[in-house]
């Protein structure tokens, strides 16, 4: 199998973060977010596990009832990255906005 560029390989965690933060404060299953982004299991829990190291996600090991998984994980959107993506998406609503509003008065 060839071998991704870094460059590819962020993109493709682009990907996983904003499948995340497009489902906060819900959390995902590994093959789930596989399967969103078209990737290989194992490629996606190795992404996600360099996104954990960058705290960008968090792992979660219980259900809701506090029984601990044994083979599945699933994953969030870290706090910090959420708030960091939210407010992406407020300055970039908010310049959408403005260009609309001055395309309208022309």
């Known amino acids: 199998m060839p071998k991704l560029s870094k460059e590819k390989k962020?993109?493709?965690?682009e990907q996983i973060l904003h499948h995340l933060f497009a489902i906060s404060?819900?959390?995902s299953f590994t093959n789930a977010i596989a399967k969103e982004t078209a990737r290989d299991e194992e490629f996606t829990k190795s992404l996600l596990s360099e996104l954990e190291k960058k705290k960008l996600v968090v792992?979660?090991?219980?259900?809701?009832?506090?029984?601990?998984?044994?083979k599945r994980q699933r994953w969030r959107l870290s706090n910090q990255a959420f708030d960091i993506y939210k407010k992406h998406q407020n300055t970039y609503q908010s310049q959408q906005n403005l260009n609309s509003s001055t395309l309208s008065d022309i």
Do not use: F
């Open 59 to 70: 792992q979660i090991n219980k259900n809701k009832n506090g029984i601990e998984y044994i």
């Open 10 to 13: 962020d993109k493709i965690a």
């Open 25 to 27: 404060p819900s959390s």
